[in-house]
């Protein structure tokens, strides 16, 4: 039986809502204004620089801003520079070649200024200043001298280096001297230095030096293996030509100081080169099981890795030196200091270079050599060229491309939800007009059979 239902009666789903109060309306509207006029003024607030920290467009942009592209400071601290130095192994030759070729042509044409020390001959400290150091030259000069060098040494003394005079002639340089400072022969200090004992420094420093390089290629081959070694001491060659070269050209003054600072930047320029090769050593240890890079590539990887630790070794160990240069040279005005500050700083310099484009490329080119380094490049260009054939793309330049036949491509297989619905089967239904069927009766005994002529089982 049904009926309309009462009123009572109704769900409370038909039942209509109450319409809103004009009191409740505008209190929505007053939240709705207090919302907005909150949110406009945390907008105003907060300028681009804020949005784009927070990663969000500024006023007025629909798209956040692209990401900015790290700076070269940070791609260096991080080993992400991706500098080619074994790649490029020929242009920083060349470089070489050229710095070297004026370095050894300045040795050859120019010569050095060998000091007292080396050269023999006198020497004379007198009390003077600045102002009077052309005085005091001239008057030595004067008295027969041949004066290789006069300078200001401690703020108060004159040092004059002459030619080598007999017992006569330093008695007249000491009077001449004293005469053009003003002061009292007494307070000349004269030297004597025969050419000997500088040839005994000169003997010493070559026998230190070869010491220093046999205890190098023993170390190396040792510790890592003798192609390090033949590079290494191709570096240190190399620092040891320029730091010459350069002496020749300014034409400081060889001193016994020149010598021990020129020992010291063998060591410094040795440590550069053994940071780099441990790294190379990490890198290529069971490289040839992963075929993923070549050698010179893993070498290559590891001068990027050490390429800031170089810089920041050379710059901290250069500051005291420059120091040196200029507090002593500058305003304290000794020489002795002028010629380690010089040698050293431009050691520090060279080492820093040849230990990380010199070094590790020649270290690269004689590994390069070896059968088993080459059958990996061959592994890792073949592997390169055909994981570009199956991405789809060509392969990249200066690979090796493969001599096998190419592979017919195979067809995708496609999974069961993507394969098209098999269509429905038309039954086709004939008249029986145009049916005709023939029956023949069976043989006396004979089983019946089929219409298409099957037997029944």
């Known amino acids: ?66 990401a900015r592209k790290a700076s070269l400071a940070h791609r260096l601290y991080n080993g992400e520079a991706g500098l080619d130095v074994v790649g490029r192994s020929r242009f920083w030759y060349k470089v070489t070649a050229v710095v070297v070729l004026v370095c050894i042509a300045s040795m050859v044409f120019r010569g050095f200024n060998f000091g007292i020390d080396f050269a023999g001959g006198n020497s004379f400290r007198v009390p003077g200043t600045t102002a009077e150091l052309s005085q005091i030259r001239e008057a030595a000069e004067e008295a027969g001298a041949q004066v290789a060098t006069a300078q200001v040494v401690g703020g108060n003394t004159v040092l004059l280096r002459t030619g080598a005079l007999d017992n006569a002639g330093e008695a007249a340089v000491v009077s001449a001297v004293a005469d053009a400072a003003g002061v009292d022969d007494s307070r000349v200090s004269p030297e004597s230095v025969s050419a000997d004992w500088g040839q005994d420094i000169t003997d010493q420093a070559l026998i230190a030096l070869v010491v220093f390089l046999a205890a190098v290629v023993l170390f190396l081959a040792i510790r890592f293996q003798p192609k390090m070694a033949v590079a290494a001491i191709a570096a240190l060659a190399h620092d040891i030509v320029l730091t010459a070269g350069v002496y020749s050209l300014v034409g400081f003054e060889v001193t016994p100081s020149t010598v021990i600072g020129f020992l010291t930047i063998l060591g410094f320029s040795l440590y550069d080169t053994v940071v780099v090769f441990d790294k190379v050593d990490e890198n290529v240890k069971d490289l040839e099981k992963g075929a993923r890079m070549t050698w010179g590539e893993a070498a290559n990887l590891a001068v990027n890795q050490t390429l800031m630790r170089s810089i920041n070794t050379s710059v901290i160990a250069l500051l005291p030196v420059l120091g040196l240069l200029v507090v002593g040279v500058g305003l304290l ?108 009766p069976p043989r006396p005994g004979a089983r019946p059979t089929r219409p298409r002529g099957g037997k029944r089982r």
């Open 1 to 66: 039986m049904t009926g309309t239902p009462r009123d009572g009666d109704r769900p409370e789903a038909d039942v209509p809502d109450p319409e809103p109060t004009a009191d409740a309306a505008a209190d929505a509207a007053d939240a709705t204004t207090d919302d907005a006029d909150v949110r406009a003024e945390a907008a105003r607030d907060a300028d681009d620089e804020a949005l784009a920290d927070a990663g969000l467009p500024a006023e007025g942009e629909g798209t956040p801003p692209p």
């Open 333 to 440: 005005g000794v020489g002795t200091l002028q010629d380690l500050a010089l040698v050293l700083t431009v050691g520090l310099a060279a080492g820093t270079y040849s230990s990380i484009f010199l070094a590790t490329p020649v270290l690269a080119d004689l590994k390069a050599r070896e059968p088993g380094v080459q059958a990996l490049r061959t592994r890792v260009l073949a592997r390169r060229a055909a994981d570009a054939r199956s991405a789809g793309t060509a392969t990249a330049p200066g690979t090796v491309a493969s001599a096998r036949r190419t592979r017919p491509t195979r067809t995708a297989v496609l999974d069961r939800e993507d394969l098209p619905e098999r269509p429905e089967a038309v039954e086709q239904v004939e008249s029986p007009a145009t049916v005709t069927r023939t029956v023949t």
